[in-house]
């Protein structure tokens, strides 16, 4: 019953008054509780309780991978990122925010998984002053011989690379601005000159290069380092919007920044007899499927629509909407992996995502009846998301069918 009382209120966009969730015990279980009375089973131990079923879901799913075009090539592809939003400021002790504008609290959720089989190699939830390069440690125990992982510049740490590379796995990253680049010439370690650089590759009309070179002042290591020249109008762009956060923020322009605004830069330890820089650079695409995905948790889960609570309650508010998200996830990618097999096509995200979601609160009563109906119910899903919900390719973009099929050496 409080999985249940959980669910009812999970599988709605928005949070439901205490006083809603008396009345739906009262309405299904017959079962009399005040308001009051729901609000002190709230406590660690439900969270805990919580937290247990995610732990259990993580350790059971399914291993069923898309294994077309380069995907072939690596045991996983791992994207790692976090996304965050603000909750009540009287959660400022347990979950404190980044300040400023900003509430006085919030909520960080890191999320890492393979874009191959859709399993989860970390889900967790902390406070908003959470940094992406405390965190990019914390999952390099789970890394297997074969790897590859993708990572944004707030991951971007060097010993985390060499830790990467020592597991005989791989990784693609933007190359962070206070990471120092050298070149070595005649036996020495000459740092790289990027406005000289953008000047030379001007003049020769060269929009891409690719180096051997050494990243790190202290921690130094070896890397490629893929240097995409931007397109004049967008240097300006990066250019103005620094000028308006600096001066918004009252900050000083940072000078290795602003000497490499001209390029996207890329580091991989992938060589290039296996690998060729374009086809890099558009590997890296795919870390913005995990941003499609944090699209669903907020504008289909409502994962960040939380009204005032106490911090008990959240949590487990939180880690039900996120065991909801995973069991919908699993099957999302089960049935997408089984269609590609059949058809060569892609499912969306979004779109059964929604589909999925219109269909969780039939889920929640199955989950809370000992599962009897889950056998039909999933297979009438599945029959749903095979048409009408396919990927759709955007007007002038390469999607993720193409990035997925790019041939390689």
Known sequence: MFLDSLLYDAVSSNTKSLNALSINAKGKYNIKITKQGIDQRYTPEGVKYV????????????NRSVDAGWFSKFERVLIKDSTKFEVSGNLAKQLPGTGGSASKAGVCIQYEFDIKSGEVNDLSIGPATSHDKSDAKNTLGKIRKGDLILRDLGYSVIPCFKTINENGAYFISRLAANILVFERINNELIEIDFPKLYKEMTVSNIKRLSKNVIIGDKAQMPVRLIIDLMP???????KRQTKENNKERGHKANSKFMNRVYFNLFITNIDETIMEPKIITRIYKLRWQVEIIFKTWKSIFGIDC?????????????????????????????????????????????????????HNNELRHILTD??????????????LLESNHWLEKKNKKIGFMEIMMLNVL
């Not at 937290?51 to 399914?62: E, G, K, M, P």
């Not at 000992?370 to 999933?378: H, P």
């Open 232 to 238: 004049e109008q967008e240097i300006n762009k990066r």
């Open 370 to 383: 000992n599962c009897k109906k889950l056998s039909s119910w999933s297979q009438r899903i599945s029959k």
């Open 306 to 358: 939380i009204s005032p609570m106490k911090y008990e309650r959240l949590m487990c508010l939180l880690n039900v909407r996120l065991l909801l998200i995973l069991i919908n996830w699993e099957l999302f990618m089960h049935k997408r992996c089984q269609v590609f097999e059949a058809t060569q096509k892609l499912l969306s995200i979004m779109k059964c995502f929604k589909t999925l979601h219109e």
């Open 51 to 62: 937290q247990t079923l995610c732990s259990a879901l993580l350790s059971a799913q399914l």
